[in-house]
């Protein structure tokens, strides 16, 4: 079956820095792109960072860039994103999912979510 998995989310000050990881179970992440998403309530899910299979390469929306950061471990068969400079309008359920590229596909195998809460 397959599955991902995100861990690491929690409650967070303003400023403050939380590591989310997106774990595979039933296939490689070798080939695949992955995708972290949010949804904050009320509010639609959008899109985070995307890191492709081929390079690594990476994208960002423009309200995390140069805050978080996507990276990836093979070996590991984990994604991860460094979340740094946490804001209080960053606080959602953080979902990955997995698609053959980071756009021009739907991505698929979501994971169960992690919550992010920033305040003080």
């Known amino acids: 079956q397959l599955q991902l998995v995100e861990s690491g989310g929690g409650l967070v000050q303003p400023g403050g820095s939380l590591r989310l990881s997106c774990a595979a179970s039933?296939?490689?992440?070798?080939?695949?792109?992955v995708g972290w998403f949010r949804q904050a309530p009320g509010k639609e899910r959008e899109g985070v960072s995307c890191?492709?299979?081929?390079?690594?390469?990476?994208n960002y929306a423009d309200s995390v860039k140069g805050r978080f950061t996507i990276s990836r471990d093979n070996a590991k068969n984990t994604v991860y994103l460094q979340m740094n400079s946490l804001k209080p309008e960053d606080t959602a359920v953080y979902y990955c999912a997995a698609a053959p590229d980071c756009s021009g596909y739907s991505f698929g195998s979501w994971g169960q979510g992690t919550q992010v809460t920033v305040s003080s």
């Open positions: 039933g296939f490689t992440l070798d080939y695949i792109a």
């Open positions: 890191i492709r299979s081929s390079g690594g390469s990476t």
